[in-house]
Nanobody
């Protein structure tokens, strides 16, 4: 069956870095665009970053542009999110998601087909 498994979350001080990973199985990873979303308590799920099937194009939320980098390794069925210069407002559960519209960089979470369970990122001030 389809599985997306995030890892790499944790507690970090403001200004620090984390690298999230998401390993996919049960579908042809290279046929899907991938995205990262986050959800803080009491808030809606929001777009963070997306990458096309071959990594040729990426898109970022304005709030993370210049600090976060999305990448993928199709040989390892893995998408990454490198997060630098973390801020307390980055605290959230981070989710990876797969979109079968593999050339699009979709920001609407409702357009994604598969989701992981999420990993908690907490940034202390």
């Amino acid at each position: 069956q389809v599985q997306l498994g995030e890892s790499g979350g944790g507690l970090v001080q403001a200004g620090g870095s984390l690298r999230l990973s998401c390993v996919a199985s049960g579908f042809t990873f290279s046929n899907y665009a991938m995205g990262w979303f986050r959800q803080a308590p009491g808030k809606e799920r929001e777009f963070v970053a997306a990458i096309t099937w071959n990594g040729g194009s990426t898109r970022y939320a304005d709030s993370v542009k210049g600090r976060f980098t999305i990448s993928r390794d199709n040989a390892k069925n893995t998408v990454y999110l490198q997060m630098n210069s973390l801020k307390p407002e980055d605290t959230a559960v981070y989710y990876c998601a797969a979109d079968r519209q593999y050339t699009l960089l979709e920001i609407r979470h409702t357009r994604y087909n598969y989701w992981g369970q999420g990993t908690q990122v907490t940034v202390s001030s």
